[in-house]
C-alpha cells in the first residue's frame, strides 16, 4: 500500500487515526450514497469492477490493512457481493478488518516462500506501509500518521497453505500488496493447484520489480497492463 498523501495536518491525522474515514462511508452508505464506497488508490476498485463486472465473485487480498483504507476489494464485497479471503499480519489492523468484512475469512500472518525456515516473521508496524525486513519502509508510514513503532512476530505462512486452509475455491482475483515482498509471496503460490484467473500485483519500483515477477508467473500467466504507475494486472493464460 502507499501512504498517505503526504505528512497530515493535526485535524486530519486526528481524523484518520479515530477511523473517520470509516465511520464517514457508514454515514453516506445509510443514506444510500456510495461515494465514500471506494476507498483504493488510483481508482482501483472502478477498474476492477470494469473488467470483472459480474457479481458473487471470489478474491485474494494479501496487505488487506483495516479492511477499508485503500482496499481493492471492499467495494467488490459491499456493494457486488463478491467473498474471499484476506491477509493482514498486524493484530490491531486484523481485528478491524475482521468486523469490517463480514463476507471474508482474515488471516493474521505474514506470507513467505516454501524455503522459508522460521515459523514466525517479524513485522515492523508503519500504518500502511508495515513490512517485513528493515525498518526504515515502516517508517515512513508511521511519519504520515503521527504514530509510534513496534514490531510484531506473527506466524510464517505460504500462499497454498492459507488457500488449502480457507478452501473458497477457485478464485477469480488475487491482489498482493506487500510493500515489496510480493515476489516472496508468490513463490509459495502452487499453481498447479491455486491458480487465480487474474492477479494484481503492487510494486514499489516496477521498473527493477517487473521482469522478477513476470518470470515467476510465466508459466500460466500473461501480462495484461499495469493499471497504474505501481499496479501490474495479470490473466491465467487460456
Not at 88 to 108: D, H, N, T
Not at 173 to 200: I, K, Q, S, T
Request: aromatic content about 8%; glycine content about 10%.
Amino acid at each position: 500500500m502507499s501512504s498517505l498523501d503526504g505528512p497530515l495536518t493535526g485535524a486530519r491525522r486526528l481524523f484518520y487515526n479515530l477511523d473517520g474515514p470509516w465511520y464517514r462511508r457508514g454515514i453516506a452508505e445509510a443514506a444510500g450514497s456510495k461515494r465514500y464506497s471506494r476507498p483504493a488508490l488510483f481508482g482501483m476498485d472502478s477498474k476492477l469492477e470494469s473488467l470483472m463486472p459480474h457479481r458473487g465473485g471470489t478474491f485474494f487480498e494479501a496487505g488487506a490493512h483495516d479492511g477499508y483504507t485503500q482496499s481493492n476489494t471492499y467495494y467488490l464485497e459491499r456493494h457486488r457481493g463478491w467473498s474471499g479471503v484476506l491477509v493482514e499480519p498486524v493484530p490491531e489492523l486484523r481485528a478491524k478488518c475482521a468486523r469490517r468484512r463480514p463476507r471474508s475469512q482474515v488471516f493474521g500472518c505474514a506470507l513467505v516462500g516454501p524455503d522459508h525456515s522460521d515459523e514466525d516473521v517479524t513485522v515492523h508496524f508503519g500504518d500502511l506501509m508495515s513490512t517485513v525486513g528493515a525498518s526504515d519502509h515502516a517508517a515512513g508510514g508511521l511519519a504520515v500518521v503521527g504514530r509510534s513503532p513496534y514490531s510484531v512476530s506473527v506466524p510464517a505462512r505460504t500462499l497454498s497453505s492459507v488457500l488449502d486452509q480457507a478452501a473458497v475455491g477457485p478464485l477469480d482475483l488475487m491482489v498482493l500488496d506487500l510493500e515489496g515482498n510480493e515476489l516472496e509471496a508468490l513463490r509459495g503460490l502452487d499453481l498447479d493447484r491455486h491458480a487465480p484467473r487474474h492477479l494484481l500485483l503492487e510494486t514499489l519500483e516496477r521498473g527493477s520489480q517487473q521482469p522478477a515477477l513476470d518470470e515467476q508467473v510465466d508459466s500460466h500467466y500473461e501480462f495484461v497492463e499495469a493499471l497504474s504507475d505501481f499496479d501490474l494486472l495479470y490473466r491465467l493464460r487460456a
